[in-house]
């Protein structure tokens, strides 16, 4: 067993001459992905591909053919460092994004990915520390295991190529609960996030954009060509398909919604025409966001200290850097976690949210719907404005109507 951390880096020597040193492996993208070549940085910059058929022995240094005839980069091959390593990938077997942190190589008989390091050691074991860090901790009594997965259960999502290589991935994908996968796709770009949406029918594509957050809506909407995005979001209601269409350019709007058929295109233009009296009338300041890495005792002490009337609190909203809401939590969940949880931890990813141009008749379906009592109000990028309460809307109807 070889990992690609041990192997980068070392000297490559044809005969007793020095070629240069291993900057990474490049391997064929099939089920068993075979190492194809080497790619070597010489003494003076050059960069070449050595053939990995020129290889002999690997050991403290990586001896190759003296007759070997460097080769280029062919269709369907990628690196292992540029393109695996410190990606995200779909384990498939279990559900989860994780991230890699070596590649394991097994030499039967030819050199092939056998699969990926996801679990502490890989770090360590880049940093040369994952003997004496093992030897430290089994003082101490404790063991850090392993954590593989193998190369058939994995699926790269984000490869600088824009591939995305999966094997029976729409099936094995497809067995993740929609709610779940949109979570993972909110944190890709749109490309590869179309890549993927692609493996599915128009029902499980629909599922899947009723659960992203409005950036990644709008973003895969605009993508679709027309007609697709039409049978896409005919399979949502009416109301979830009006506010996703409020946020994209008016002319690409009415390309989608005139393929609807007769009766769907006079609910979503009833439902748009609403749209005249906006939400923002009644956008409310009082509310709490926090960051993800902020803990549960950190966010309590915040919320006593700057909030002291509870009851004007009853949802914390997390954003990230750019004050995109990534998640939410109530003040109930927020009191049963540990005081050094982080809040990224236990919020609820993707929350339901409305724009400034949903009609307000939406956002009440949408709090009924979702039995909330407020909702955070985004931009079309998902930089949060304020929250919008049911009270406030029911009150303001009231008095548009009196």
Request: proline share 4%.
């Amino acid at each position: 067993m070889l990992y690609f951390s041990e192997l980068r880096g070392k000297s490559i020597l044809a005969g007793q001459l020095l070629i240069g040193k291993l900057d990474d492996v490049v391997f064929k993208v099939t089920s068993l992905a075979p190492v194809t070549k080497l790619y070597v940085e010489k003494p003076n910059g050059q960069k070449i591909f050595l053939p990995y058929s020129a290889v002999g022995r690997i050991g403290d240094r990586i001896h190759v053919d003296v007759n070997f005839i460097p080769g280029e980069l062919e269709e369907n091959e990628l690196f292992v460092g540029k393109n695996l390593s410190d990606q995200q990938i779909i384990d498939v077997t279990g559900s989860n994004i994780v991230r890699v942190n070596d590649i394991v190589f097994i030499q039967q008989p030819q050199l092939h990915i056998s699969g990926v390091d996801v679990g502490v050691l890989g770090i360590l074991r880049w940093l040369s520390l994952e003997d004496p860090i093992c030897r430290l901790t089994r003082f101490f009594g404790k063991e850090i295991t392993p954590k593989f997965l193998a190369w058939t259960d994995v699926a790269p999502l984000e490869l600088a190529r824009g591939k995305v290589v999966m094997k029976q991935a729409d099936l094995k994908l497809k067995r993740l609960k929609p709610e779940d996968l949109a979570g993972h796709l909110d944190s890709m770009n749109i490309r590869n996030v179309k890549r993927i949406v692609g493996l599915f029918d128009y029902e499980y594509t629909a599922q899947l954009l009723k659960n992203m957050n409005s950036v990644t809506q709008t973003s895969l909407i605009r993508s679709f060509v027309p007609s697709k995005s039409s049978q896409v979001l005919a399979l949502l209601e009416a109301s979830e398909a009006v506010d996703i269409l409020l946020t994209i350019p008016r002319h690409e709007r009415d390309k989608i919604t005139d393929l609807f058929d007769k009766h769907r295109q006079h609910e979503i233009k009833r439902l748009m025409g609403l749209a005249k009296t906006p939400v923002g009338n009644v956008v409310s300041n009082e509310y709490v966001v926090v960051k993800p890495h902020q803990t549960a005792g950190d966010v309590l002490s915040d919320i006593r200290s700057n909030h002291p009337d509870l009851d004007d609190i009853q949802h914390v909203y997390v954003v990230n850097n750019e004050i995109q809401v990534i998640g939410v939590f109530g003040l109930y969940e927020l009191i049963l976690q540990k005081s050094d949880m982080e809040a990224y931890k236990f919020m609820v990813q993707s929350p339901v949210v409305v724009h400034l141009t949903t009609p307000k008749e939406i956002v009440i379906r949408r709090m009924i719907k979702y039995k909330l009592n407020s909702l955070p109000v985004v931009t079309e990028k998902g930089h949060m404005i304020g929250i919008v309460k049911l009270d406030d809307i029911l009150s303001e109807e009231d008095l548009g109507n009196s």
